[in-house]
T-cell receptor, first 112, second 110 residues
Framework: GENVEQHPSTLSVQEGDSAVIKCTYSDSASNYFPWYKQELGKRPQLIIDIRSNVGEKKDQRIAVTLNKTAKHFSLHITETQPEDSAVYFC???????????FGKGTLLTVNP | EADIYQTPRYLVIGTGKKITLECSQTMGHDKMYWYQQDPGMELHLIHYSYGVNSTEKGDLSSESTVSRIRTEHFPLTLESARPSHTSQYLCATQRNTEAFFGQGTRLTVV
């Protein structure tokens, strides 16, 4: 069925290092790929997104890349800080009803 | 202020009780979702709706039901609560491509 796979499920890095989270999707018609951040005890919130007509998008320390041929996209966080610690979810619009489907999430821990 | 309101925020209830978790939105969005989430874990889709009188079951069988009589309101009902239902329940809406989440209801079944 239509789904979004996300890896890794947990990621631990030292402050200042980079973190990369990867996702793959099944529906080749998908054209929108957002990333959500959920801090402890809070609701998920959109942090960045990318549409299929571009290969990369940056916003300060975060960037997303998209490879439509391979059907995968990635979140890159540079110069990580303790406040980046959270669960990150990738998502894709799948199917003719434009249903937003989430990956299983990645728990990122940034160690001071 | 346009937002998604979930009530109650916290609920402790006995096994076998019937409960309804409320979700209301003032954003005017057609698509709405219910997710079950354990702390720091995956968002399990349990129900979704594309508009009034439209409801679909999600990937997780949670023994719950929903209704969508009005655009603003998408309540979730558990007919007979069990300890396995202990979790956080998140309601969300979708406008075009973006999802917006409520603050959640943390349910404990004892």
């Amino acid at each position: 069925g239509e789904n979004v796979e996300q890896h890794p499920s947990t990621l631990s890095v030292q402050e200042g290092d980079s973190a990369v989270i990867k996702c793959t999707y099944s529906d080749s018609a998908s054209n929108y790929f957002p990333w959500y951040k959920q801090e402890l005890g809070k609701r998920p919130q959109l942090i960045i997104d990318i549409r299929s007509n571009v290969g990369e998008k940056k916003d300060q320390r975060i960037a997303v890349t998209l490879n439509k041929t391979a059907k995968h996209f990635s979140l890159h966080i540079t110069e990580t800080q303790p406040e980046d610690s959270a669960v990150y979810f990738c998502a894709a619009i799948l199917g003719s009803n434009y249903k937003l489907t989430f990956g299983k999430g990645t728990l990122l821990t940034v160690n001071p | 202020e346009a937002d998604i309101y979930q009530t109650p925020r916290y609920l402790v209830i006995g096994t076998g009780k019937k409960i309804t978790l409320e979700c209301s939105q003032t954003m005017g969005h057609d698509k709405m979702y219910w997710y079950q989430q354990d702390p720091g874990m995956e968002l399990h889709l349990i129900h979704y709706s594309y508009g009034v009188n439209s409801t679909e079951k999600g990937d997780l069988s949670s023994e719950s039901t929903v209704s969508r009589i009005r655009t603003e309101h998408f309540p979730l009902t558990l007919e007979s609560a069990r300890p396995s239902h202990t979790s956080q329940y998140l309601c969300a809406t979708q406008r075009n491509t973006e999802a917006f989440f409520g603050q959640g209801t943390r349910l404990t079944v004892v």
